[in-house]
């Protein structure tokens, strides 16, 4: 059955899933990949690993494609006088969280919401809320709540995910639901294509508290060569022309000391055989995603990354253009089914009077 792209994201940013409690969402990937790999399973720290074997001699080489699946989220810091404090599982922005509504998954999930003073009372106007400020009301009496929320337990964002026009999708959780739907498409287009090496599609858990799961998976499956698949920041309002990517442009190709220049080079080279627009992301540093960890693991693994533009990021009301996703998926696929067996000896360092003629 083909697949319907804004059913699965609607599905997977529905999932409550912040980092450290991924159950939910691995359940509804485990359901979409189990038809596209030949073999699943979930590790020590929660990550899924899905495997489609290559079709080249063995031993054969592989690759990684790495996807966090865990959002954003809080977790209950206290419960005072009916009301929930909370702390930041991950990067909250508590700007974006006033009269927000919220799941509080305690003893029985129970609706709630960020409380607001009005305006014409409130004296913080001039100043960023913190943690201390906000405080989530479920609405029960306060023995109520005290019975039914522990400290520890988590809130998520309650915000569905809302079509917009253009194939814009609006949804909480895109980071980094949609680099699992890149994933699913690429693992649903090599159903049927021929790719001589093997593919391990990682969705990670832990990302936004430290990557702590592509760490872990790269450590135990380790792979020849791997791509980490992330959102990168949308064009908008707020955000600077030089660091802002256009929505429905193309997914976007880092270029960067995280990443490996042959690896980018061949990357470009599959998206021109596609015609498929890219933009190039500058990484100068640490690029922010489970590439960081990837990329020195064990004895080092040429890494890449691919992002899809997102507005809004770490928002309840992120957006991402639905064709762009679509493009990142195919991108992979493609580039992943004209590995050759002997690929990864192109990837050699190149001496210093050579690099400029490599790169050209």
Not at 5 to 16: D, G, I, K
Not at 70 to 90: N, S, Y
Not at 145 to 151: D, F, Q
């Amino acid at each position: 059955m083909p697949l319907d792209l804004q059913e699965h994201l609607r599905t997977l940013c529905a999932a409550p899933a912040p980092s450290g409690h991924e159950g939910p969402v691995r359940a509804v990937i485990h359901d979409a990949w189990a038809g596209r790999a030949d073999e699943l399973r979930t590790d020590a720290l929660g990550n899924l690993i899905a495997v489609k074997r290559g079709s080249g001699p063995e031993p054969r080489r592989s690759i990684m494609l790495c996807a966090h699946m865990d959002e954003i989220g809080l977790i209950v810091a206290e419960v005072r006088e009916g009301f929930i404090r909370t702390a930041p599982l991950g990067g909250v922005d508590y700007r974006v969280l006033l009269a927000q509504p919220v799941l509080v998954h305690g003893r029985r999930t129970l609706k709630g919401l960020f409380g607001a003073a009005p305006p014409h009372m409130a004296h913080s106007r001039d100043t960023y809320p913190t943690p201390d400020d906000l405080w989530v009301d479920v609405g029960l009496p306060a023995d109520e709540v005290s019975a039914l929320v522990r400290v520890g337990d988590i809130i998520t964002l309650d915000a569905p995910a809302v079509p917009l026009k253009g194939d814009h999708l609006a949804a909480k959780s895109l980071d980094n639901r949609l680099a699992v739907a890149v994933v699913t498409l690429c693992l649903d287009e090599l159903t049927r294509r021929d790719h001589a090496w093997d593919v391990v599609g990682v969705a990670a858990v832990q990302e936004e508290v430290g990557s702590y799961g592509a760490l872990a998976a790269t450590y135990q499956i380790a792979p020849d060569m791997a791509i980490a698949i992330d959102g990168s920041w949308g064009a908008q309002k707020g955000v600077g022309d030089d660091e802002g990517f256009a929505l429905d442009d193309g997914p976007t190709i880092g270029r960067g000391p995280n990443f490996h220049p042959l690896l980018v080079k061949a990357l470009h080279a599959a998206a021109d055989a596609l015609e498929i627009e890219v933009q190039i992301e500058a990484v100068p540093g640490s690029s922010g995603t489970d590439a960081w960890e990837i990329q020195v693991s064990r004895e080092g693994i040429p890494t890449g990354l691919i992002g899809v533009p997102m507005r809004n990021m770490h928002t309840p009301s992120e957006v991402v253009n639905l064709r762009d996703v679509t493009r990142a998926g195919r991108l992979l696929a493609a580039f992943i089914a004209g590995l050759t067996p002997d690929f990864l000896d192109s990837l050699v360092w190149p001496e210093a009077a050579t690099l400029k003629e490599r790169e050209a």
